[in-house]
């Protein structure tokens, strides 16, 4: 491992122009891939025989549900490496990762309220599953209070760092909990790649679907930690000299 070349991009204006470079490689084609998965499980896919055309909420619920997760994860290691090599340029990723980790979580929530209303009858039981994945989305809101109820910088983002890493238990329990406890919620449908539970033809518009909400969040993860970097780093001579040659 390179870890000269790690340091390297681990400097603030390094990562700062890094973003700007690759912003719209990971924004543009995972529009399109957002664009084709819609068209292709909403137009192309079958009705499933037993859901109907009800299954197709599946594209926004599971992509929104994957994406929760490893956001947070993104996030609890950002926040580990801030804490470790006391980098500004990891605590603005964390920083960053958690107001789109809390959408990600709340689109998923909804989503799947709105798929058990006709499938079990009502759009919330306290279901395993459902519960961990609440906890989660008031784990990314505990981590954003908490930042914003401290002043000073270091302090708010060692706090917040803390209950980011201590929060990463919640995910192996989102994870197993149909296969923990008696739950409503469907088992894994896709992760067992030598037999998918879903047709070839519902199942590639839902991968689609996947790749394109995971490149189109680093895209805004991007540009959302540059700007968090520019307010943190604002006295710093290298912001002067950008802002400086984008005035001129």
Known sequence: MNFKRIYKYGSPPNYFRLCLKYENWFTVPGFLLIIIGCYGGLFLAPPDYQMGDAFRIIYFHVP????????????????????????????????????????????????????????????WVWDARLTSEFILLLLY???????????????????????????????????YSVVWWNTLHQASTISKLSSPSIAGEMLWPLLVMI????????????????????????????????VEEHQS
């Open 141 to 175: 809101l505990g981590y954003m209070l908490l930042h914003a109820s401290i002043r000073e910088q270091k302090k708010a983002d060692r706090a917040a760092s803390v209950l980011a890493i201590v929060g990463v238990i919640n995910l192996p329990i989102i994870h």
């Open 211 to 242: 790749f394109g909400y995971g490149f189109f969040f680093w895209g805004v993860i991007c540009r959302a930690g540059a700007t968090e970097l520019l307010k943190r780093e604002k006295r710093s001579n290298w912001v002067k000299e950008y």
């Open 64 to 123: 929104s549900a994957y994406l929760s997760m490893s956001a947070y994860a993104y996030m609890a290691l950002a926040a580990l490496v801030g804490i470790v090599w006391r980098s500004n340029v990891a605590f603005s990723v964390a920083k960053s990762i958690a107001p789109f980790g809390a959408s990600f979580t709340f689109l998923a929530l909804v989503t799947g309220m709105l798929w058990g209303k006709p499938m079990w009858g009502t759009a």
